[in-house]
């Protein structure tokens, strides 16, 4: 197992800049979740660790040593692709112990190594099928055997879950973490999925445009966003976003002619803000902002109620049980203390003090 | 569902135009156990025990000179099936899977082949081959059907290249397959059923052709099974008898060899790949 590192990485498809100066390490042993929406350039940075997507500049390293100019057998990885991308003519065992062979591994070797990943995965009943008699899930354990009996230093799945419905997901999720606590493998994983992000990662790694918007453990993405970006991205239902101001102080702002306090540090500008507060960090009540009900969402346990704020931005109020609220209602929307979030003009979390 | 009406009427066109095609063959067949009156006094009867006689078949079998055409005739076509498929797949695979200068050059210029029909470089042929003191050998037949029925093979398979998964190629760089073992190990066992295809579509013209073979290997033990048979065809006399029975055995090997392809046509080889 090994600790990967990506400096100042770049790539380009002509003019077209899809990965804008990446820096990354990724320590041994640690599973990390590249996530955010398509076309982010998630699958392409991890194409480009895995070596099948030349880099225009830049450096990554894995254990070590300086990979960006070997070829993907060269660089002790293990990639699991999203259509799995298993050999059709041969059969599971020998799916498995392919990559093997060519690598001039002995046989006993080989059949030891097959051996534990079949035991790990159990696919014992398995073994002499072709994929094309294997149901979705399988495939996709199938494909995660290749990837163990190569013993790579570095796993990397990309959206390994997306193709399968979603009971199967959930349950392959967990056994992929307990995989990787087995394996103590380090591991980058691309989803566009954040239960999967916030579940399976020690780090998540959000991304944007090519760009890395914030590096953090799952809860510090959460409590803390660095930007308006990750405040919207993680989390669901996604934040609510409003227009404020704040005051010359720096110790309220004001929205919808409302204060409401905050303690920001000495360094935040007065003014035009944005002011986030996720919808079970809120609550309907006498005081707060002023909106009116627009629907109200009864899912048993929880509800939401969707309110319209004065200036026609919509705000999400999550309530336990079956709120009493019609339609048109007038009601103030009353985010809880200590869970306010600031952004300045460039959407850039202004620190608390 | 299609209407049993029209159905009845596509599979009676069908049937119609098999009978129509099986015709002539049959014919020959028929004739080929008929005594020598019997094929022109009742050229449409079937064989009888009245009318029976393999002469032709004694003739043809017993003609060491037949054999060695048949085998000629063998070797020219397994020959041009093997080196077409195996250049035809490799440069498939280069021009859809690489990206270099010339690719699409080289691809235009290869449909161009496809175009053209090569006896109209006939005189050239004969000239080259001369040159390179080929006349009146089965090397000669070989080249020439290859370049004949490249361009066709290439065509063809690169588009059954293209449906090949990509993520496919790609596990196997990261198995640490070289490009020469993606080729061998993982494109070619999956481009089966086009191969067979091509095959197919090649060895029959090659089977047949009587052009290059009367050009490029005339004499010396070389001819062909097409050609041998114009030796029973005199300009006085015809043992039709002999010809009859040549082009009835002639059939054989091209059958055997339909049947070996024809099982490996099999459709959906790559299901179960991705999903």
Not at chain 1, 94 to 110: H, S, Y
Not at chain 1, 266 to 295: N, Q, Y
Not at chain 1, 304 to 321: N, P, Q, S
Not at chain 2, 131 to 145: D, G, K, R
Request: glycine fraction near 8%; proline fraction near 6%.
């Amino acid at each position: 197992m090994a600790e990967v590192t990506i400096e100042k990485l770049h790539k380009s498809y002509g003019t077209v800049e899809v990965l804008r100066d990446i820096n990354l390490t990724v320590s041994d042993g640690s599973f990390v979740v590249l996530v955010g929406p398509s076309g982010c350039g998630k699958s392409t940075l991890l194409r480009s660790v895995a070596g099948l997507e030349p880099i225009s500049s830049g450096h990554i390293t894995i254990g070590g040593r300086d990979v960006s100019a070997l070829a993907p057998a060269q660089r002790d990885i293990a990639m699991v692709f999203q259509s799995y991308a298993l050999y059709p003519h041969m059969n599971v065992e020998n799916n498995m112990a392919f990559g093997l062979k060519f690598a001039g591994t002995p046989k006993d070797e080989i059949a030891r190594r097959v051996g534990e990943a079949t035991r790990i995965l159990q696919l014992e009943p398995l073994l002499k099928r072709r994929p094309k008699e294997l149901s979705g899930g399988q495939r996709q354990r199938v494909a995660i055997g290749r990837a163990i009996v190569r013993q790579p230093k570095v796993f990397l799945f990309d959206e390994p879950l997306s193709n399968l419905d979603a009971a199967l997901r959930i349950n392959t999720r967990v056994e992929i973490a307990k995989l990787h606590k087995l394996l103590k493998a380090t591991i980058i994983y691309v989803t566009h999925d954040q239960v999967e992000a916030m579940t399976l990662a020690d780090k998540i790694v959000v991304m944007n445009q090519g760009r890395v918007e914030q590096v953090g453990k799952p809860l510090e993405l959460y409590y803390r966003p660095a930007n308006l970006f990750v405040a919207r991205f993680i989390g669901s239902p996604a934040m609510n976003t409003l227009t404020a101001e704040l005051s010359r102080d720096g110790r309220s702002v004001s929205v919808g002619g409302v204060g409401l306090p905050v303690t920001v540090g000495a360094a935040a500008a007065p003014g035009a803000v944005t002011l986030g507060f996720r919808p079970e960090h809120c609550s309907i009540g006498k005081a707060g902002v002023p909106a009116k009900v627009d629907i109200v969402e009864r899912l048993g346990e929880t509800g939401y109620v969707h309110c319209r704020a004065a200036d026609g931005t919509m705000i999400l109020v999550e309530v336990k049980g079956d709120p009493e609220l019609e339609q048109g209602a007038d009601v103030r929307v009353a985010p809880a203390a200590g869970h306010l979030h600031l952004f300045d003009g460039t959407g850039a979390r202004i620190p608390e003090a | 569902m299609r209407k049993p009406v029209s159905a009845f009427a596509v599979h009676g066109i069908l049937a119609l135009y098999t009978a129509l095609a099986l015709f002539p063959i049959v014919l020959v067949i028929m004739n080929s156990f008929k005594a020598k009156r019997a094929i022109f006094n009742t050229p449409l009867q079937p064989p009888m025990p009245w009318n029976f006689d393999p002469i032709g078949y004694v003739k043809v079998f017993g003609d060491s000179a037949i054999s060695t055409y048949y085998m000629n005739s063998i070797t020219v076509t397994v020959g041009t099936i093997f080196f077409t498929l195996l250049f035809g797949a490799m440069a498939a695979w280069a021009l859809t899977e690489y990206k270099f200068r010339w690719n699409t050059a080289l691809a235009i210029f290869l449909s161009i082949g496809i175009m053209v029909p090569i006896r109209l470089g006939s005189v050239s042929i004969i000239q080259l081959v001369s040159e390179l003191n080929l006349i009146n050998t089965l090397t000669a037949l070989i080249l020439v059907y290859v370049a004949q029925n490249l361009p066709l093979a290439v065509f063809i398979l690169s588009e059954f290249i293209q449906q090949i998964p990509k993520d496919l190629r790609e596990a196997g760089r990261c198995d640490g397959l070289s490009e020469y073992n993606i080729f061998f190990f993982i494109i070619l066992p999956l481009l089966r059923p086009a191969m067979a295809t091509v095959a197919v579509f090649t060895m029959i013209p090659v089977w047949n052709d009587l052009w290059f073979p009367l050009l490029l290997a005339p004499t010396g033990g070389k001819q062909t099974i097409t050609l041998g048979v114009q030796q029973f065809l005199g300009q006085y006399i015809t043992d039709w008898n002999a010809v009859l029975a040549a082009l009835s055995t002639a059939i054989v090997p091209v059958l055997v060899l339909y049947v070996i392809f024809s099982r490996q046509m099999i459709r959906g080889l790559t299901s179960g790949a991705v999903k």
